[in-house]
């Protein structure tokens, strides 16, 4: 009876053991929440699922024969239970099993990292994206638009700031590359729901190739610690039909070659969290004008106007950053018609942008 009794105690152990293993591990099947939305993601999923499963069996199977020992074969008294020594059949099992579980897991794994990283060879959309501190600028590689006659025609880019992050849009369906740089610290590219995170490294381009296969807008964001705006580092991607993708690639193209259509308050511009609130300024051509500045916040900032596309060009405008919160109304000499480039002197990646003047 004592006997019995102490089997079934036992039994009851296993049980719960088992039952706290399952409820715990359920809570992290699938990667949580998000389901794939690519066809590189699925790949990722169904290769962790697998992996979750054998970890699992492995760990109910081990942890089971722990407490069956603990409580099966616990002190009683001081009497040495029977021993024994050597049994080839058990070493060799125990040698080959974990020997082909590792051996096919690996296979497995590496067929999944090549199908990961493999390239499309002909892609529907080339993305150059680059990170900086603290944001994101996507350019669509031979998706050329002429802002102005006479200038070299310049590759569509979206790019976006603290204020307002970048929002672009891909076709679903369609294999898409990406090549990615960062123009100043470690970076990373992670987007949830594709399941996938790619480190941007100044100095050198990673490129991968992701093919969306669910219409949806989806959040991205930097995973790599970066700096003082780390956390307000986000993307936005909107996956839609290879029509609706057409539709919208005609229309940021128009919008790119009026000019600055996205300067809906000429003549302002405001700084905070360490950006500027637009990345397109707008002005009349021969005349003196007013820039008002707003800096709202207790760090230096300034904005200073370059000749060409970059501050590599003749500087034409600039006076000494000061801190805020506080507004300043800069008094910027007339200029010729044409497209400048303006930056803060004190966070020049983080703060850029163009200045269009007709």
């Given at each position: 009876?004592?006997?019995?009794?102490?089997?079934?105690?036992?039994?009851?152990?296993?049980?719960?053991?088992?039952?706290?293993?399952?409820?715990?591990?359920?809570?992290?099947?699938?990667?949580?929440?998000?389901?794939?939305?690519?066809?590189?993601?699925?790949?990722?999923?169904?290769?962790?699922?697998?992996?979750?499963?054998?970890?699992?069996?492995?760990?109910?199977?081990?942890?089971?024969?722990?407490?069956?020992?603990?409580?099966?074969?616990?002190?009683?008294?001081?009497?040495?239970?029977?021993?024994?020594?050597?049994?080839?059949?058990?070493?060799?099992?125990?040698?080959?099993?974990?020997?082909?579980?590792?051996?096919?897991?690996?296979?497995?794994?590496?067929?999944?990292?090549?199908?990961?990283?493999?390239?499309?060879?002909?892609?529907?959309?080339?993305?150059?994206?680059?990170?900086?501190?603290?944001?994101?600028?996507?350019?669509?590689?031979?998706?050329?638009?002429?802002?102005?006659?006479?200038?070299?025609?310049?590759?569509?880019?979206?790019?976006?700031?603290?204020?307002?992050?970048?929002?672009?849009?891909?076709?679903?369906?369609?294999?898409i590359t990406f090549n990615e740089q960062s123009r100043d610290v470690i970076h990373s590219f992670y987007i949830p729901q594709f399941l996938f995170k790619k480190d941007v490294f100044p100095g050198h381009t990673n490129s991968f190739s992701l093919t969306i296969t669910k219409p949806g807008r989806y959040h991205g964001q930097c995973a790599q610690y970066c700096g003082l705006a780390h956390g307000q580092m986000h993307f936005y991607i909107n996956a839609v039909s290879p029509a609706a993708y057409q539709a919208w690639l005609v229309k940021a193209k128009k919008q790119a070659a009026s000019g600055c259509p996205a300067d809906t308050t000429p003549g302002k511009i405001a700084a905070k969290n360490v950006a500027f609130d637009k990345d397109c300024l707008a002005a009349k051509a021969g005349k003196p004008w007013t820039l008002t500045f707003d800096n709202q916040e207790a760090v230096l900032h300034n904005v200073a106007i370059f000749q060409g596309s970059n501050a590599e060009g003749k500087r034409v405008f600039g006076e000494p950053p000061f801190t805020g919160p506080k507004v300043t109304r800069y008094q910027v000499p007339a200029l010729k018609a044409g497209t400048y480039f303006f930056h803060c002197d004190v966070h020049p990646a983080a703060m850029q942008g163009k200045l269009v003047v007709k």
């Open positions: 009876m004592g006997r019995a009794r102490r089997l079934s105690s036992t039994v009851r152990a296993l049980v719960l053991v088992a039952a706290g293993a399952a409820l715990l591990g359920g809570c992290r099947i699938g990667f949580g929440s998000h389901t794939p939305v690519t066809e590189q993601g699925k790949d990722i999923y169904s290769l962790y699922n697998l992996l979750f499963v054998v970890a699992a069996v492995i760990f109910l199977l081990v942890e089971g024969a722990i407490v069956f020992a603990a409580l099966r074969y616990r002190r009683r008294d001081d009497r040495l239970p029977p021993q024994f020594h050597g049994n080839n059949l058990l070493e060799v099992a125990w040698t080959l099993i974990p020997l082909l579980i590792v051996a096919t897991l690996f296979g497995l794994t590496w067929g999944v990292l090549n199908k990961v990283d493999a390239r499309a060879n002909d892609p529907a959309v080339t993305v150059n994206l680059q990170g900086f501190q603290w944001q994101w600028s996507f350019t669509y590689q031979g998706e050329t638009v002429q802002v102005e006659k006479g200038q070299p025609a310049q590759d569509l880019t979206i790019k976006g700031t603290i204020a307002k992050p970048a929002e672009i849009y891909l076709p679903v369906g369609e294999p």
